[in-house]
């Protein structure tokens, strides 16, 4: 224990270290390296609550129409358009991790879309209603599906406000290596949990949004993006009422 | 009864001798890709014997704690035990006759995970558009370099 503690100590220090000597000489390219290397959690350290991830959607930026970030998803994650199974299903049964949504003020007339996927709620129903103990919320807030506790009931898709679950209704053959998904098991967006794990930083929407609609970080760093954003501009929680405390804001509705 | 007395001796010594033959003879002979390296993870009796203790518990790591490191994850044992095709084509390790399918169809175990789980591996995990930061981790941490992640970096390089 005590070991370990000096262990911590030392990496802690050598990061530091290094950190201040690569900001202070090297050319841009290599700080850049830096900044990856820094954010990457090393592959054997489990994720802590020192950071909860979460998604910016600025509705005035996303284009009517556009649909790249529902695209994105499905290659990165291979449902939908992105993988040859589910063919037997029909549009009601098969997998949406994101969807685009309309929104029309009835009273002026105007019109917006939006990107709607699971919102990692900090106090996910879904999780409060599961049996199983499948349905968890991650250290750093993502909420996931355990698929292999997960018997199918799908209560959690019955609780979810945001109608963010999908259920799987035929075999799969034609999954990622990264995403398993299989037939009577719930799924959702997992914010592509796979790619933060790897460090990249981003998530296939956010990367793949061309209006940078969508912005993705830490919001319990003072410092990311999108927390200064949402400590510049009202953000509003969909549902806000049920004090979920979403992890996916919006801006523009 | 003497001949059932013998007969019995001969069985138990067979059983005791069988115990101290080499585990490579036991079991239906197996297809490995000696492409990616001779040696598993673990000596192979112990794989045969543990390899689900092992994934087990890298299982509930990975999907809890976010802990991915290679050692026992499937996905890497799939990138190494999936063989090709004549065509070049990756063959499912469930297929019959495959590295998985083999050993599960002569002992007769229902083989679970590929219901879920890939049983191939994809030409690139990584997303086709390729960020530069992206680009700098996997440099970094030196994360598999396939032929098309490799195209799109130098595709990339080339236009700028």
Redesign the interface.
């Known amino acids: 224990m005590n070991e370990q503690k000096i262990d911590q100590y030392r990496r802690d220090f050598f990061s530091k270290a290094t950190a201040t000597a690569a900001t202070g000489a090297i050319a841009p390219g290599v700080m ?2 830096q ?3 820094a954010q ?2 090393p ?5 802590s609550d020192k950071q909860r991830w979460g998604l910016l959607v600025d509705s005035n930026k996303c284009a009517d129409g556009c649909s790249d970030c529902v695209k ?1 998803c499905e ?2 994650n291979a449902w939908g358009s992105g993988s040859s199974d589910e063919q037997k299903s029909d549009a009601s049964q098969k997998a949406q991790w994101i969807r685009t949504v309309t929104l029309k003020n009835k009273l002026t007339g105007s019109e917006h879309q939006l990107p709607m996927m699971c919102q990692h709620c900090e106090e996910p129903p879904c999780v409060d209603v599961c049996p199983t103990g499948a349905s ?1 919320k ?3 807030g993502i909420v ?1 599906v ?3 506790i997960c018997i199918g009931c799908r209560y959690c898709m019955m609780a979810c406000p945001y109608k963010a679950r999908s259920f799987i209704h035929e ?3 034609d ?4 995403v ?4 009577g ?1 719930v799924e959702s967006c997992t914010l592509c ?10 998530t ?1 929407c956010a ?2 949004c061309t209006h940078k609609a969508i912005l993705f970080g830490d919001l319990k760093d003072p410092n990311s993006e999108i927390a200064i954003e949402m400590k510049k501009h009202a953000t509003t929680q969909i549902r806000a009422d049920l004090n979920l405390n979403t992890g996916v804001r919006y801006r523009g509705i | 009864m003497k001949q059932i007395r013998n007969l019995f001796i001969i069985l138990t010594l067979s059983l005791v001798m069988s115990g101290g033959v080499m585990a490579d003879s036991v079991g239906p002979e197996l297809k490995i890709n000696r492409a990616n390296g001779d040696k598993c993870v673990l000596p192979a009796d112990e794989m045969r014997k543990d390899h689900m203790t092992h994934l087990d518990h890298q299982r509930d790591d990975t999907m809890h704690d976010g802990i991915r490191t290679k050692k026992f994850s499937l996905k890497e044992c799939i990138n190494c035990h999936a063989n090709k095709d004549e065509a070049g084509q990756y063959i499912p390790v469930n297929a019959p006759g495959e590295f998985c399918q083999t050993c599960h169809a002569y002992t007769s175990v229902k083989l679970d995970c590929f219901e879920c789980h890939a049983t191939k591996p994809r030409d690139t995990a990584f997303h086709p558009i390729v960020t530069d930061k992206m680009k700098a981790f996997a440099d970094v941490h030196e994360a598999p370099k396939t032929k098309s992640m490799l195209d799109a970096i130098a595709k990339k390089d080339g236009a700028k």
């Open positions: 850049l390296m900044v990856g290397q990457a959690r592959l054997d350290e489990a994720v994105a290659s990165e968890f991650r250290a750093d996931l355990d698929k292999h075999n799969l053959h999954q990622a290596p990264d398993p998904r299989g037939k098991t949990v796979h790619k933060i794990d790897r460090g990249d930083g981003t296939a990367e793949a």
